[in-house]
């Protein structure tokens, strides 16, 4: 089984930044995700990465403020988190799709089946 480890989350005030670890005991050659889940909310799809040529996706909410990227020696993908706002307030999830080098962010139509344990972001002033 793949292991997955989130680091980097905490509390940060509106405007600051974070980012976000996920190491793996092997990345392999397949897609990458990451996820959140709010309080009372769906988990949703932040960002992801195909494994082919890394073509990254975001959803709109986080266009412009986060950059997903990938170290293949390491066995680490990061979220560069910016300009964050309360509303990114969450648990972060990565995830690897081993079925696929397609990423997906809509969770119920891709593979993900290792998770990391999350890590909290809380953006409050």
């Known amino acids: 089984q793949v292991q997955l480890v989130e680091s980097g989350g905490g509390l940060v005030q509106p405007g600051g930044s974070l980012n976000l670890s996920c190491t793996a005991s092997?990345?392999?050659?397949?897609?990458v995700g990451w996820f959140r889940q709010a309080p009372g909310k769906e988990r949703e799809g932040v960002s992801c990465?195909?494994?082919?040529?890394?073509?990254?996706y975001y959803t709109d909410s986080v266009k412009g403020r986060f950059t997903m990227s990938r170290d293949s020696a390491r066995d680490t993908v990061y979220l560069q988190m910016n300009s964050l706002k309360p509303e990114d307030t969450a648990i972060y999830y990565c995830?690897?799709?081993?079925?696929?080098?397609?990423?997906?962010?809509?969770?119920?139509?891709?593979?993900?089946?290792?998770w990391g344990q999350g890590t909290q972001v809380t953006v409050s002033s």
């Open positions: 995830a690897i799709d081993f079925m696929s080098v397609f990423c997906t962010l809509e969770e119920d139509k891709g593979h993900y089946e290792s």
């Open positions: 092997t990345l392999g050659y397949y897609a």
């Open positions: 990465l195909d494994s082919n040529d890394y073509s990254s």
